[in-house]
Each structure stands twice: as structure tokens, then as C-alpha cells.
């Protein structure tokens, strides 16, 4: 006999580890009263793979390809981040080449990252023809990325001292006609996603993140420029050849999911601005550090780098004690942070609306695993 | 300028505050705090307007050490706080000022057995509930080389 | 026995009815016989992304979506009255026949424009503090 | 482990035959993208590489609807019961693809230390096409749905393609 439990008001909901769009294997628990959530506690550790109980028994070379399986659409800056540490505890000090090479391909990369998030979160929101639009250039620009870094998606080509490989005429001329091309396909983006009376009806005041939320949760990267705080590594804590560029860090009002998407598409065009910068003032000269010592063998101390990725800041935490292996590496991922406002966005919003405020967070689950 | 603004705001729980060497360490502000003076030390950052940008723990096999790093959004000033814990596992919580820090403090309980006294729900993060051992120990295992 | 001659055309009812059971229960029974068995322990198991489900699902529903179902009988039996005016439809008289469905179907979407105005399509979003 | 699978009550040569040729050519993946590798299966499945060429492009969300499960990623301890549960509320002929290191052997995460992952998902479900990379290439995933269909058929599709492979 089936028994009515009439006093159990709220339905419990698995959101959970196999979901089109949560992105990986992510689970969010939802105790729903009809539509409306009225509490959702994401449960994490599913992707959780252990780099830091992985990076005790490395050398500093060998967690090298780790740094890319944390977050593999942004590993350049994983990588960045990671030989930025190592160099400022060992005192290297990268040629100009080798920095405006780490320049090009990171940006680059961020590109690609935030493509795959544009139609990924379209897809999550119902739209199939953006995503199709989106990996058709994110495969151009894979194809410029795989020529000199030698993979497409988990790169291991920044070095602690500079970069292995050089850049050669066909990468740049290739760099040069994507930049071009994917100009033109902004407007085609805009005019198909932005302008949408569905998509702004979809994302207009929802999952609205105000300046203390960020401050309380530490949320960084888009999630706060969309809510006005113009925070972004690049600017406000200028490392590798940054500097030496001009570009403008787009940041929304509101803080809802249509400013965080605004953000993300201009951030790509500044990536764009970036680039062309970089490959017009391309210096020659080393790529690598003079002597970089064959078995890394930092002093003792502690570093801590922090370096902007599409997500948020990554920051490389390294405590050594002379061993050539590193003693603890606390990898803080912009993600982790981010995801912990989910709970309290989530409450009394619709199931449908938690989908879009999922997808405007930009998770990466084996990043916030780790 | 902020770096000078918190050294006023932390100058009554007199800790020990000295300027971190950037190029070196990557931070402005190095702050040596007792486990009790924690939640005052986060009180004084937030007042400031810094968020906490991670939280973690070093096994330094006879004691624990807990790190915290500050950051701020406005002005670059990058304060990291060290924790000396000894060898007992107990430390007030950070998440009534600091949501953020509820699960930077599961993670912390989860893979190193430090607990937090007054957490909202400690249970484990990221490791199975019905696992029962703390991996980042340094006696878990990480001592035998493999490569 | 002889069948009155009034009640012979109901064959083709009865022909249409066999027809129907047999396209509805076809497929069920060739799958019963040429498809391949699963055992899998899980196999009956109700799919909620891979976990097993939490609390159960009869539990007492806001009566809001009840309307939702009354919303579907009007869309629903709009399309059912149809089916018998395609055989009607067009013999002669088609300019009639076109005004007499499009006034049928106009009466019945009344009751879609009525819950339209009453807000029944308008969720309840969170109210966005300014 | 669900190893065997219950044989159908009608079977003869020809019905077979034009059953398993059309199940080969209309193989419904089911999404399940663990880590890194479900990126290089998207991008296998969009617009350059394209497996609708072999009726493969159509990720269904829900078991119910798939009878292709491609395992892209570290199966962690905590993933290992939903991984299980998944391929047994399939349907009946069903089959799995293994798809990068992780899946097959642990890959770059396994050592004898590890406290996380499960060492490759034949441990815990019957797998029929390994595809090694890490992440393979969206080409490798095309050769992997091409060897699967060899398998099913075992009537040469991946021959045409590779004189070398003498099937």
C-alpha cells in the first residue's frame, strides 16, 4: 500500500553526480517544495583525484602535468602559476621572449576556455546551435596551440625558467588571422545570444551576487567583475609581461548572470587586444633561463603566487624545506570559492533558474575537488 | 595605505606583524597569531574589506601549522596569518565571519583530522563519509619515495 | 443469428480497435521476444543521476499544480475534437467548414486566454532586493 | 559484477545479423563526462569530428536511453557505486568504452600511495573498447566507436580505413 506521508511538505532531489549541467560530476542536493528550492547543498568529491597528497612524493618537475589536470581548459595558467612559484623560490628570472610566449599562449587559452564555457552554458539554458558556433573556433584555435605546445587540451609546455619551445612565423600568422576572424564572429554571437528575448528573460536579476557576498565568500575572477568590483590579477597584482600591455577589465552592475556573461564575452575580446599587443611587440632574444639547475633543489621558504585564470585566481601556495621534493602545495582554486555561494543564491529560486546560475558560476569539478 | 591600516586595526590583539619580503614570499603582510586569536584577527580583516583567499594546513610532523591568506579586492595587500597549533587538533571556526571559510575548514578536517569548534556541519568535504583516515598526514604514506 | 443491417458497419470499429491494440501492444510484445535480458542489480531502480533516491515522491504537491492539468485537458481535447472533422472537412462546402473550426477552436482556446490573463503562466521569481 | 547478459528468446543467424548491424550504426552514448576526457568527447562530438557520421553524435542524458556507456575520466572511490548503478540501469545490449588512461588503468594517477581513485573501470563494470591518451584525441574516439562496431558486427568497418590491420 502506498502510504501518504502528509506531513513531509519538502522533496528531496539528487541534482546529482551525472547531470548534463552540472558540468562533471558535481552533486547538488535540493529539498524542493514544488518548484521552489528551498535548500540546496552541493556535495563535492566526486572528481577527487588527490594532487596535493600526489605533489608530497614529486619533484618540482614531475607535479608539472599535475598543474594541468586541476583545471584542463585554463592549464596554461595553471601552468603559469605553478613555474611563477617555483621561479621565485629558486630565483630564476625568465628572458622577455619567454614571458610574451607565455603571454600569447595563456590568452589564448583563456579564450578557449571561455568559448567552451559559452556553449556549454547556452546548451545548459536550451539553446544547441551556439555551442556548435563555439568549438568551431575553439578547434581553429586548438589547432594554433597544438603546433608549438605539442596537446590540445592539457598543456605541460611552460618550464620553471621560460619555455621550451619557440614561436615560428606559421603560429603567428596563424594567431594573427584567428584574431581577425573571431572579431567577425562577435557580432555573430551577439547578435545570436545577446539579444535574445529568452536568454535576457532567463538571466535578467537572476542569481544576483551582491559586493559583500564576494567579499564573505572570496569569490574572485568573473563572478566579481560582474558585480561592479573591478578585481582581475592581471591589473591589480601585474606579474609576468602584463604590464606591458594596455587592455580594460570589463565588469558588470548588477551582479546577475547576464553581467557575468557580458564580462566573460568582452574579457575575450581584451584577450584578443592582448594578443595582437604581444605579437606585435614580440622581442627576440632566450626563451629560457640561462642555468636552470638540472634537479630543482629550492631553499627553504614559503611562496605564495597568485595569477589570474578564466575562473577566478589561482593561487600556488609552495612551503619547501630543501628537499627536492616540495614539502605541502596548496593549489587555491578560484571554483571552490565560487561554488560555496551556491547554497545561498539557490534559496526560494526555481529549479530552472538554479540551472542558469550553475552554468553563470563556470564550475570545473575536478578543480574544486582537486 | 591598507598595509598600514591593518597593522592599526591588528595592533590591539598585539601579535607579532612583520612585513613579508613580496619578492621573495609573495606577501606584504606576515602575521604570527595563537589559535584564540584567530576569529579577532578575521573580525580585523574583514572590517578592512579583505576576503580570505585560502585557508590550509601544513603537518609539520610534530605540530600543525594553519595558514591563512588575506587578500583584498581595492588595494594589492596580500596578508598570510601562520597558526602554530601544536599537536592538539582544535581550533575555532572562522565561518560566522567568513562563510566562505565553512568549507575551506571541512576540506582542513577532511584530509588533515584538525577539527573546528563551533562549524556548522564538520563532516567530511571531499573524501567518502565512510572514509576513515586523513591522507595529507605525513604518516599517511607520503614518506615512501615511489619515483 | 442474423446481424441487423444497421449494426453492420460497426466491423470497422471493431477492426480499428484490434489495429489499435496491436500497434500499442506490438512493439512491447516483439521486444519481450528478441531483445536481450539485463541483470543488473540496480536494473529496476529508479534513475536519479546515479545516486540512490532520498525521502519518497508521494508527498503532498502545492494545489497550484493542479491547474497545470486543467491547462492541458483545454489544449488536449482541442486536438481530439479534431480528429473526426478531417473526415467531414472540405466536401463542398469548404469556405463553411474553415469559419465553423476556426470559431470550435477559438471558443475552446478561450479558456488558454483566461488563465493567461488570470497569471497562471507567471512564476513567482525571487524578488530581486534593489 | 553483471557480467552476463540474458540471451533473447527468438535467435536465428539472419534476425541477429540485421539486428546487431543496426544497433552498430545508431549507437546512443550516454553523457557521462568524469574529467579532462569529456572535454576531447564533446569535441568529437561537434561539428570537425562529428560522430553523427557514425550515428553515434546522439548523448542522451538519462541510462534509460543509452546502450553505449563511454567512461571518460577518473572514476574516484566516491564515483565508483553511481558508475556501477548507471551501467546496470542500462538496457540489454549494452556496451562500455573506456576512454583515456584513467579509465583503463588509473593513469597518471595511480601509484601505490593512492587513496582516491579506482584503477580503471573494468575493476568494477565488463568494458569492450579501450581508447589510451590522455586525453586521447577526438580521432581516437572515432576509431574507438569504429573498433566498437567491428566488434558487434564483426563484419570489417575499421578495415576499409586502415590497410594495415589485417582483420
Not at chain 2, 89 to 103: Q, R, V
Not at chain 3, 87 to 108: C, M, N, P, Q, S
Request: charged letters at 20%; proline letters at 6%; one cysteine or more.
Amino acid at each position: 500500500m502506498i502510504e501518504y506521508s502528509l506531513e513531509e511538505k519538502t522533496y528531496t532531489l539528487n541534482l546529482g553526480p551525472q547531470h548534463p549541467s552540472t558540468h562533471g560530476v558535481l552533486r547538488v542536493l535540493l529539498e524542493m517544495e514544488g518548484e521552489f528550492i528551498t535548500k540546496a547543498e552541493p556535495v563535492i568529491g566526486y572528481g577527487h583525484r588527490g594532487h596535493e597528497h600526489m605533489a608530497e612524493n614529486r619533484n618540482y618537475l614531475q607535479f608539472l602535468p599535475n598543474t594541468a589536470r586541476v583545471d584542463y581548459l585554463h592549464a596554461l595558467a595553471y601552468n603559469q602559476g605553478y613555474c611563477m612559484a617555483v621561479e621565485k623560490l629558486i630565483g630564476l628570472v625568465v628572458p622577455e621572449r619567454g614571458e610574451f610566449i607565455r603571454v600569447i599562449t595563456a590568452e589564448l587559452n583563456r579564450i578557449s576556455s571561455h568559448l567552451l564555457w559559452l556553449g556549454a552554458y547556452l546548451l545548459d539554458l536550451g539553446a544547441f546551435t551556439p555551442i556548435l558556433y563555439c568549438f568551431d573556433d575553439r578547434e581553429n584555435l586548438l589547432d594554433l596551440l597544438d603546433r608549438i605546445t605539442g596537446s590540445r587540451l592539457t598543456y605541460c609546455f611552460f618550464r620553471p625558467g621560460g619555455v621550451p619551445q619557440d614561436l615560428d612565423d606559421e603560429f603567428i600568422t596563424g594567431t594573427r588571422a584567428f584574431v581577425k576572424r573571431l572579431r567577425t564572429r562577435f557580432k555573430d554571437y551577439d547578435n545570436l545570444v545577446t539579444k535574445n528575448v529568452i536568454f535576457i528573460n532567463r538571466t535578467k536579476d537572476v542569481g544576483v551576487i551582491t559586493q559583500e557576498q564576494c567579499v564573505k565568500y572570496g569569490l574572485t575572477g568573473p563572478m566579481v567583475r560582474g558585480s561592479g568590483i573591478p578585481y582581475d590579477i592581471r591589473k591589480s597584482e601585474p606579474y609576468s609581461a602584463y604590464p606591458q600591455f594596455d587592455f580594460v577589465i570589463p565588469i558588470g552592475d548588477k551582479g546577475d548572470i547576464l553581467d557575468r556573461y557580458v564580462v566573460r564575452v568582452r574579457e575575450m575580446e581584451q584577450s584578443l587586444r592582448i594578443i595582437e599587443q604581444a605579437l606585435d611587440k614580440l622581442p627576440n632574444g632566450p626563451i629560457m633561463a640561462e642555468k636552470v639547475p638540472k634537479r630543482l633543489k629550492p631553499a627553504e621558504g614559503e611562496v605564495y603566487q597568485a595569477v589570474e585564470t578564466a575562473r577566478g585566481e589561482f593561487g600556488c601556495y609552495i612551503v619547501s624545506q630543501g628537499d627536492i621534493k616540495p614539502y605541502r602545495i596548496k593549489l587555491r582554486v578560484p571554483s571552490f570559492g565560487n561554488l560555496s555561494i551556491l547554497p545561498e543564491l539557490a534559496v526560494d529560486t526555481l529549479v530552472a533558474d538554479l540551472v542558469a546560475i550553475l552554468g553563470s558560476i563556470d564550475v570545473v569539478v575536478p578543480e574544486i575537488d582537486r | 595605505m591598507l598595509i598600514d591600516k591593518i597593522k592599526q586595526a591588528l595592533a590591539p590583539l598585539n601579535l607579532e606583524v612583520a612585513d613579508g619580503d613580496y619578492a621573495k614570499t609573495g606577501c606584504h603582510l606576515a602575521v604570527a597569531a595563537p589559535p584564540d586569536q584567530i576569529q579577532g584577527v578575521a573580525q580585523a580583516m574583514l572590517d578592512e574589506g579583505c576576503f580570505l583567499a585560502s585557508l590550509t594546513a601544513v603537518d609539520l610532523r610534530e605540530s600543525f601549522d594553519l595558514v591563512y591568506h588575506f587578500a583584498n579586492f581595492s588595494e594589492l595587500c596580500r596578508t598570510v596569518v601562520h597558526v602554530p597549533l601544536g599537536k592538539k587538533k582544535g581550533m575555532p571556526t572562522l565561518s560566522a565571519i567568513y562563510p566562505g571559510a565553512d568549507w575551506y575548514e571541512r576540506e582542513v578536517f577532511d584530509l588533515f583530522g584538525i577539527h573546528f569548534f563551533g562549524h556548522p556541519n564538520l563532516k567530511r568535504l571531499l573524501l567518502p563519509e565512510d572514509a576513515d583516515f586523513h591522507p595529507l598526514l605525513k604518516d599517511f604514506g607520503a614518506s615512501e619515495s615511489n619515483d | 443469428m442474423e446481424i441487423p443491417e444497421a449494426l453492420s458497419d460497426f466491423w470497422f470499429v471493431l477492426v480499428y480497435l484490434v489495429a489499435a491494440a496491436l500497434f500499442a501492444l506490438g512493439p512491447i510484445l516483439l521486444a519481450y521476444l528478441i531483445a536481450p535480458r539485463s541483470y543488473g542489480a540496480a536494473k529496476d531502480a529508479i534513475y536519479e543521476c546515479g545516486m540512490p533516491t532520498l525521502g519518497s515522491a508521494w508527498i503532498q504537491v502545492a494545489v497550484i499544480y493542479y491547474l497545470f492539468a486543467l491547462l492541458f485537458l483545454a489544449f488536449d481535447v482541442d486536438v481530439l475534437f479534431l480528429f473526426p472533422v478531417l473526415l467531414a472537412y472540405g466536401k463542398g462546402y469548404v469556405w463553411r467548414d474553415f469559419i465553423e473550426i476556426t470559431i470550435f477552436i477559438g471558443i475552446l482556446s478561450l479558456v488558454i486566454v483566461y488563465a493567461w490573463c488570470r497569471g497562471v503562466f507567471i512564476w513567482k521569481r525571487k524578488q530581486v532586493n534593489p | 559484477m553483471e557480467t552476463k547478459t540474458g540471451e533473447p528468446l527468438i535467435r536465428f543467424g539472419l534476425l541477429t545479423e540485421a539486428l546487431n548491424l543496426a544497433r552498430a550504426n545508431s549507437l546512443w552514448p550516454l553523457t557521462f563526462g568524469l574529467a579532462c576526457c569529456a572535454i576531447e568527447m564533446m569535441a568529437a562530438g561537434m561539428a570537425r569530428f562529428d560522430l553523427d557520421r557514425f550515428g553515434a553524435g546522439v548523448f542522451r542524458p538519462s541510462p534509460r536511453q543509452s546502450d553505449l556507456m563511454i567512461v571518460a575520466g577518473t572514476i574516484s572511490k566516491k564515483m565508483g557505486p553511481a558508475v556501477v548503478r548507471l551501467y546496470e540501469q542500462m538496457p540489454a545490449p549494452k556496451w562500455v568504452i573506456a576512454m583515456g588512461n584513467c579509465a583503463i588503468s588509473g593513469g597518471p594517477f595511480y601509484y601505490p600511495t593512492q587513496y582516491a581513485i579506482i584503477p580503471g573501470a573494468d575493476l568494477i563494470i565488463p568494458v569492450d573498447v579501450y581508447i589510451p591518451g590522455c586525453p586521447p584525441r577526438p580521432e581516437a574516439i572515432i576509431e574507438s566507436i569504429l573498433l566498437l562496431e567491428e566488434k558487434i558486427t564483426n563484419r570489417g568497418r575499421l578495415r576499409k580505413f586502415r590497410q594495415d590491420v589485417n582483420r
